[in-house]
Nanobody, 115 residues
Framework: QVQLVESGGGLVQPGGSLRLSCEASGSIFSTNAMGWYRQAPGKQRDLVAR???????GYADSVKGRFTISRDNAKNTVYLQMNSLKPEDTAVYYCNVVPPLQHYWGQGTQVTVSS
């Protein structure tokens, strides 16, 4: 059974940085594109960054130049380095395959950007 466990969220001031981690159990990691998604209160869950099994990346316009996604296939872990954080980045962040599968959603990790 596949599990995705997100960690690394917290409270940070505007302009600050956080690094999120997502560890995957099971066999999905090495052959699938992985993504970080986020959901703010009252809004839909959106893809903000993706990385293929070969390491090609893509970003939503709202985070381009500030967020960096990476993966360590040996550790079955995908990361999201978030710099220059803004209050509008406040959300619960989730990882999943791309496109996402319903039964892979984990608990997510809360990121709050506030002074």
């Amino acid at each position: 059974q596949v599990q995705l466990v997100e960690s690394g969220g917290g409270l940070v001031q505007p302009g600050g940085s956080l690094r999120l981690s997502c560890e995957a159990s099971g066999s999905i990691f090495s052959t699938n594109a992985m993504g970080w998604y986020r959901q703010a209160p009252g809004k839909q869950r959106d893809l903000v960054a993706r990385i293929t099994s070969g390491g090609s990346t893509g970003y939503a316009d709202s985070v381009k130049g500030r967020f960096t996604i990476s993966r360590d296939n040996a550790k079955n872990t995908v990361y999201l380095q978030m710099n220059s954080l803004k209050p509008e980045d406040t959300a619960v962040y989730y990882c999943n395959v791309v496109p996402p599968l319903q039964h892979y959603w984990g608990q997510g990790t809360q990121v709050t950007v506030s002074s």
